[in-house]
């Protein structure tokens, strides 16, 4: 069983430790800050037995086989290369980075000293997905690709989605799901176009983006800040589209719409947040000495990265 250390104290690393009691492949063994009285706080809450004061002694921890590294977008980079350079295996929350040339770094790093590393996008892992990546076949050709992803958040300039230096914006904490899922489908794409309001912070609001693709598929998506909206998406192809429910990045049931068919609903739940599956994931491919995940490729991630880089260039 693997022993998890966890860098962060925030909301997405209590969900992780929370949802991983709902598996058997690895415990939390202790949890990092930049502060001992938050380690405390987060491991006297979640029963977390060893809590260190400082991300370099977690990433030192000799009791701890892998890191998740769940702090702020913009110390992605530098707590995994700690970790990493520990000789730990890392899994990196989502954004991996704050941009493509960071990424390219974690990876380089990683693959020069053999170690695993995985970016925690963890909507690749479950159920569903897995499921509907099995019917992408009786689609056809793929021809449009939609999904979004807005929530309704209260303008604070100290909130994390609001705070420039806290790598605030819809697109990275928001907007990389709808991109990821359309990488997913369809590749990366050969051009792109976006548009971008801004917050009162200044960090983007809203992005609403459009992909193009060699095959000459498209990909329409969006990310708010502003306003809940559907989080839906749809697969469409020339024989069948397939509509998932919201929100389509977490557990959720989908519908099959033949071409002159009749619709077929599938439906998946699932207990917890859907996080466990991750960890999974990472447990299985420690034991098969694998260096990363086929499902969330390493080289895939950087090429997210470099769209959302192009995203929020090509918007000026």
């Known amino acids: ?185 369809l590749g990366t794409p050969s051009g792109v176009a976006s548009i971008v309001s801004p917050a009162f912070t200044g960090v983007d609001a809203q992005t609403s983006m459009l992909f193009g693709y060699d095959s000459g598929a498209h990909a329409v998506l969006n990310c708010t800040l502003r306003a809940a909206s559907p989080t839906t998406a749809s697969i469409v192809g020339t024989d069948a589209r397939l509509d998932i429910e919201g929100a389509f990045y977490a557990p959720a049931s989908f519908t099959v719409i033949p071409r002159g068919g009749t619709p077929v609903r599938h439906t998946h739940a699932d207990p917890g947040r859907g996080l466990r599956h991750q960890a999974d994931e990472v447990a299985r491919l420690l034991a098969a000495g694998a260096l990363e995940s086929p499902l969330m490729p390493l080289d895939e991630t950087i090429s997210i990265m470099a769209t959302m880089d192009e995203v929020i260039a090509q918007a000026g």
Do not use: C
């Open 1 to 185: 069983m693997l022993r998890w250390g966890i860098m962060g104290t925030g909301g997405i690393a209590g969900a992780f430790a929370e949802d991983l009691k709902l598996t058997d492949s690895g415990v939390i063994a202790a949890v990092g800050s930049r502060s001992q009285e938050s380690a405390d706080a987060f491991a006297d809450r979640l029963g977390i037995p060893t809590r260190h004061g400082s991300y370099k002694a977690l990433a030192q921890d000799p009791d701890v086989d892998v890191v998740y590294v769940a702090t702020p977008h913009p110390m992605h980079h530098d707590n995994a290369m700690l970790a990493l350079a520990a000789g730990k295996p890392v899994l990196v929350e989502k954004p991996f980075t704050m941009n493509a040339d960071e990424a390219r770094s974690l990876v380089s790093f990683a693959r020069e000293r053999g170690l695993f590393l995985m970016e925690a996008m963890w909507t690749r892992f479950l159920p569903h997905i897995h499921h509907v990546r099995s019917l992408l076949p009786e689609l056809g050709d793929i021809v449009t690709v939609s999904a979004d992803h807005g929530q309704w958040f209260a303008e604070d300039a100290d909130f994390r989605l609001f705070a420039p230096s806290l790598g605030g914006g819809a697109l990275l904490d928001l907007g990389v799901y709808p991109v990821s899922f359309a990488s997913m489908i």
